[in-house]
């Protein structure tokens, strides 16, 4: 597609619950990216995979969070047994390649816990 | 890792007026992006400038790598201009990630 492109674009979930966020990034983009966006803690960010592998899973918050990335392009963060402190949105961004491209972001997923 | 900090944090205009938004940041960069997020939330890239200058219509920005700070101009401002800047700055490291700066908010008034 033209831009990088996430759903749901909303989530609503009951406390305790999994979810699951994918990213589709820009056709050709090798790297891709994840941030959360809250209201006390700004811009953030996640992980970083450069085709399918994350070679730094330093940035996400607890153990309960994972992402994945397969075939070098659609990738899926779930978060397991959802907590109120996840309510956030969630951006994706790729890039054509690492080390300093221009990063394109995705509209977001907002997700609320219940 | 590296520090950005964005000012003002609050900024209110009058549509047509001129205004200057600027980004410190406390390493060499890579890359230094500037966004708007408008009131919908949708990040909208601006600029890609870790040095230089750039105009797009009534924007500009200069990032001057030297003295480690960049300045995004916006001139005869408009109400759609509303919304958050962002600046981010990415100085090296495995992860490639972009550090954000908390943001400014601008407000223009008809």
């Known amino acids: 597609g033209a831009g990088v492109s996430q759903s749901p674009s909303n989530k609503v979930t009951e406390k305790g619950k999994d979810v699951e966020l994918r990213c589709d990034p820009i056709?050709?983009?090798?790297?891709l990216y994840w941030y959360r966006q809250s209201l006390g803690q700004g811009l953030e960010f996640l992980i970083y995979?450069?085709?399918?592998?994350?070679?730094?899973k330093s940035g996400l918050p607890s153990d309960r969070f994972s992402a994945e990335r397969t075939g070098g392009s659609v990738s899926t963060l779930t978060i397991q047994r959802t907590q109120q402190e996840d309510s956030a949105v969630y951006l994706c961004?790729?890039?054509?390649?690492?080390?300093?491209?221009?990063?394109?972001f995705g509209d977001g997923t907002r997700l609320s816990i219940l | 890792g590296i520090q950005v900090e964005q000012s003002p944090p609050d900024l209110i205009l009058q549509e047509g007026a001129n205004s200057t938004l600027r980004c410190n940041f406390s390493?060499?960069?890579?890359?230094l992006q500037w966004f708007h997020q408008n009131p919908w939330g949708q990040l909208i890239n601006l600029f890609y400038?870790?040095?230089g200058t750039k105009q797009n219509g009534r924007l500009s920005a200069t990032t001057v790598a030297t003295e480690r700070y960049s300045l995004l101009y916006i001139s005869s401002s408009q109400t759609t201009d509303s919304g958050v800047y962002f600046c981010?700055?990415?100085?090296?490291?495995?992860?490639?990630?972009?550090?954000f700066g908390k943001g400014t908010l601008l407000t223009v008034n008809p």
């Open positions: 400038i870790p040095s």
């Open positions: 961004a790729s890039s054509k390649g690492g080390g300093g491209q221009p990063q394109h």
């Open positions: 981010a700055a990415y100085s090296g490291g495995s992860n490639y990630k972009l550090t």
């Open positions: 995979f450069q085709g399918n592998s994350a070679p730094d």
């Open positions: 056709s050709g983009h090798t790297a």
């Open positions: 390493d060499s960069v890579n890359n």
